[in-house]
């Protein structure tokens, strides 16, 4: 068919197609037609045929995880490296949501108590680390494709990216299915499941579903928090709109845009400061007292005319001629926002239960970040504080699982700043890092459920144990836990033993506690290098596999940031402590036998699988670190 034949008399619209299939929809116009050049044939819209792709596509799934920042990311690699198939939906063209290349907050968690840090570990350090090897130059852009390849090298996982959660489709108390638009294909996907975990932030699906949520802060009295206002009201902490900006070696003029709001700084609170303003400030904030949802669209146009206003203010007021020659090198278009829906589990976590430090039986992970409660009004009420206290906790607190799943819609999970606590509550807990480890904790969960057939509220009225163990095996550290997994070897050995030690015990190494805490040494540390560790059995056993936990330092942070800080609290290198090759050996008939070798490692938790052996001892060689003089280890475990 020549060209101009395309346009066939009569059709209301006409696509060519190449090699690729036809598409249909059953939306289309019953005119519409298609012209598939390999069979030199024309077909309308809608009927389709054998073997093409619908736009309307249903699929199976044992856990589907909505939305692809630091919680989501973290419960959909842990359901799938736990067994279960497993889907990511995430509305953007990348991951990573606030700590994306679309808005570029820092990802931060605990970060300092006590002027120490108390990193967190699990999936959320190994993602930090990967970022350290494979983004040196600390590109927000990179780290979006460090995060998508952290995702997609997945065997078990399936990611879907620039597709909505739009609703659920209910069965009872039950979510039998997501709606999901993808808006670049013009798809809408079914995806079915047994177990949804709602990781959005703004939580659409689990709201479509009828969860029951909250909005807004509670007042004083019904939590008897101290810094809750005296009565509740409707207002949200609002969203940010960062920038950066580079110095360009000469003087460079700015002209505001159109739609700039003009700021002055006159009746500003003297806390509204403008420290390290060439790379954003973090108080160019908009919050609301009704429907933060809905005013988004009103609230980004809002905020992209503060922004304009605010640099305008620091490039031409006089007042910062250390800006001269400096111009914005990237201006955020997406606004990161700190609350919205909090939705209702089996507990509300409060103020006390972190100012208190309570303990949880069901406790699955940790936070510690400040009480942080913002300016209501953000940057509309200039003449308040931008953030009105910082309550700085002494040790970090515990976070239950029963804050993380719906109390009326039964297969329903989530994590991040949508789950069950209070505003007071969200203004510590908001934090990335801290959010990742509840995404862990019910990716987790869902494969619990998964396996055993059974919901949610179970895992925690049944087999909290259960999730803790697989928790505290995974790296996650939960405070006051012990690890004690009936399935470790190691437990049973009747001496662990290193070649050399500088500090700590091998003992020490089978106590259930992997990080230095409370004031306790629980690592075994070798005089020098190469070293070894070794564990004997009295009675041989069977062995497949060695698991181990090295030392990354979770004392210093090593989290991207816009100023790369280097110093005894931020490390912008893979930490010089970690161990970098080693090789595991066993005794099989008084011989000793290779059991594998790792000359490149990369994670805290070590893993070493092979094929099962019967031993009496097994010994770890230890070559190199990434720059420490001594190898530090936190635990080791065996398993058949």
């Given at each position: ?16 197609v ?13 005119n ?115 995060l ?6 997945e ?18 108390d ?20 047994p ?8 939580g ?16 004083k ?19 940010t ?11 460079m ?38 429907d933060?949802?809905a005013e ?67 406790a ?26 910082h309550y ?24 991040g ?60 550290f ?30 020490k190494?089978i ?32 062995l ?9 330092n979770?004392?210093r942070?090593?989290m ?19 161990l ?50 001594n ?10």
């Amino acid at each position: 068919m020549k060209r101009r034949d395309f346009f066939r008399k009569g059709a209301t619209a006409a696509i060519a197609v190449g090699a690729i299939p036809m598409i249909a929809t059953s939306c289309a116009s019953t005119n519409d037609m298609v012209y598939d050049r390999k069979n030199d044939k024309w077909y309308h819209l809608g009927t389709g045929k054998t073997g093409t792709n619908s736009r309307k596509k249903t699929d199976e799934y044992d856990v589907a995880v909505i939305g692809g920042g630091a919680a989501g990311i973290c419960a959909a690699v842990a359901a799938a490296r736990n067994g279960s198939k497993t889907v990511l939906v995430q509305d953007r063209p990348v991951l990573g949501g606030n700590a994306s290349s679309e808005m570029r907050v820092h990802l931060n968690g605990v970060n300092n108590i006590k002027g120490k840090a108390e990193r967190e570990t699990g999936i959320i350090e190994e993602i930090l680390l990967h970022n350290r090897f494979d983004n040196e130059q600390e590109a927000f852009p990179v780290f979006d494709h460090v995060l998508y390849d952290f995702v997609v090298r997945e065997p078990n996982l399936t990611l879907m990216l620039n597709t909505q959660a739009v609703e659920a489709v209910m069965d009872g108390d039950k979510i039998k299915s997501a709606m999901c638009w993808q808006a670049t294909t013009e798809t809408m996907f079914t995806i079915n499941s047994p177990i949804f975990i709602d990781c959005s932030g703004d939580g659409l699906l689990a709201a479509t579903s009828g969860a029951e949520y909250r909005t807004g802060r509670e007042g004083k009295a019904e939590f008897n928090e101290k810094y809750a206002p005296d009565e509740a009201d409707g207002w949200q902490m609002g969203a940010t709109l960062l920038m950066s900006s580079k110095d360009m070696g000469k003087p460079m003029k700015y002209s505001p845009p159109s739609y700039a709001i003009k700021y002055t700084h006159e009746g500003g609170h003297k806390r509204r400061k403008f420290a390290g303003f060439h790379e954003g400030i973090w108080w160019i904030e908009v919050g609301s007292k009704d429907d933060i949802i809905a005013e988004a669209e009103e609230n980004r146009h809002k905020l992209m005319g503060y922004l304009h206003g605010v640099w305008d203010y620091i490039k031409n007021s006089g007042k910062f001629p250390e800006a001269e020659n400096l111009a914005l090198d990237w201006v955020g278009s997406l606004p990161g926002r700190r609350e919205s829906r909090r939705f209702i589990g089996d507990h509300i976590l409060s103020e006390k239960d972190m100012t208190e430090h309570k303990h949880f039986e069901d406790a699955i992970g940790f936070g510690g970040w400040s009480l942080d409660e913002h300016n209501p009004g953000g940057i509309e009420n200039i003449s308040e504080p931008p953030s009105y206290f910082h309550y700085h906790f002494k040790e970090v607190y515990q976070f239950p699982f029963r804050s993380l799943y719906s109390k009326n819609v039964s297969n329903l999970m989530f994590a991040g700043r949508n789950v069950s606590q209070t505003h007071i509550a969200l203004s510590s807990s908001r934090i990335m890092a801290t959010c990742a480890l509840q995404g862990q904790a019910v990716g987790t969960a869902a494969t619990i459920c998964s396996k055993r057939n059974i919901l949610p509220r179970e895992v925690a009225q049944k087999h909290i144990n259960e999730l803790q163990e697989q928790l505290l095996r995974d790296d996650v550290f939960i405070p006051k836990r012990n690890a004690n997994d009936p399935k470790d070897l190691a437990k049973k050995a009747s001496t662990i033993f290193g070649s050399s030690t500088s500090s700590g015990d091998a003992k020490k190494l089978i106590n259930g506690i992997s990080r230095d805490i409370y004031g306790e040494i629980n690592h075994w540390q070798s005089e020098g290098l190469s070293a070894e560790i070794q564990a004997e059995w009295e009675s041989p056993i069977y062995l497949s596999s060695i698991e181990i936990k090295c030392d990354t330092n979770v004392k210093r942070n090593i989290m991207m940031r816009k100023d790369s800080k280097n110093d005894d609290l931020y490390g912008n290198s893979v930490p010089k402590e970690m161990l970098k090759s080693l090789s595991f050996e066993a005794r099989v008939r008084g011989n000793w036998v290779s059991l594998g070798k790792i000359t490149d490692n990369r994670t805290r938790l070590i893993k070493m699988k092979f094929d099962s052996v019967k031993t009496s001892a097994i010994r770890v060689k230890m070559m190199e670190t990434y720059g420490a003089e001594n190898v530090k280890l936190f635990e080791i475990r065996c398993y058949a």
